[in-house]
């Protein structure tokens, strides 16, 4: 086997090198909901891939995005704040943006998934752009434009807001089972969010999920997002730097590292 040290263990030979490539899932921080009416936050960035080459003994990055939060009640400033970027080594996954706020005409906010606009006085605002920056595969979707008086449904992973009802997010089976991620937020008037933790109008996002918040008067903030590696557990454990709080999913013939906040590196 070349220099590469076997060990068996339970019947399968575990490996002491590292694995050449890794699945990764980077979901980022959904946006906040617009104040006083508002519209519903996008989603978080959604970026997985199967087969990303790693190197031995290079440490890479990881730091798991926080929610957006909801609007604060100052006159000019009542869109919500976007989520922050969730990262793995070159992968950025970007927050989502946050939704326009009640009143005015006031435009969602772009970001991994866009912003719902608001329109609650008359007029129209815009839904805010998902995917941007833009990536390949694409990370998200647009936000709803708002029909007064009621605001739009910030985007989601899997679909862009419609109405005022968040899009739906898509899902990954990276742990083992099939969790749904990265919805967008309902926006006024009965919105409803996302499916993959998007928040409800009054409603805060998913924790962990990414999940852009619900529209609200006045609280209400994006769910912070996620980072997840797995590989064959014929490779070896990996080492864990930093400061970033995680758990290790139960997945058939897989080493699983779940990455819940913080900032740090891993070394395989």
Do not use: C, H
């Amino acid at each position: 086997m070349s220099g590469i040290m076997l060990a068996v263990l339970g019947g399968k030979k575990a490996s002491a090198a590292a694995p050449p490539t890794v699945e990764y899932l980077v979901v980022a921080g959904g946006g906040g909901g617009g104040y006083f009416a508002g519209a519903g936050g996008g989603a978080g960035g959604f970026r997985t891939n199967a087969s990303f080459s790693v190197v031995a003994g290079t440490s890479y990055t990881v730091t798991v995005g926080a929610g957006g939060a909801s609007s604060p009640v100052v006159a000019g400033q009542n869109n919500g704040t976007s989520g922050s970027n969730s990262v793995f080594s070159t992968i950025t996954s970007n927050g989502g943006g946050g939704g326009g706020g009640g009143g005015d005409a006031q435009n969602g906010l772009s970001g991994g998934s866009g912003g719902g606009g608001s329109a609650l006085s008359g007029g129209t605002g815009t839904g805010g752009a998902g995917n941007t920056p833009s990536t390949s595969p694409s990370q998200g979707n647009n936000g709803a434009d708002s029909s007064s008086p009621s605001s739009g449904g910030g985007g989601g992973a899997g679909a862009a807001g419609s109405g005022t009802n968040g899009g739906n997010g898509s899902a990954s089976s990276i742990t083992g089972s099939s969790v749904t991620y990265a919805g967008g937020g309902g926006g006024y008037n009965g919105g409803t969010g996302g499916t993959g933790g998007g928040g409800a109008f009054n409603s805060g996002g998913g924790e962990n999920l990414g999940g852009g918040a619900g529209g609200n008067n006045p609280s209400g903030t994006g769910g912070s997002g996620v980072v997840i590696i797995a590989y064959p557990d014929i490779y070896s454990v990996a080492t864990i730097s930093g400061g970033l709080v995680y758990n290790e999913p139960t997945r058939s013939g897989y080493r699983v590292y779940r990455f819940t906040s913080g900032t740090g590196t891993i070394t395989f």
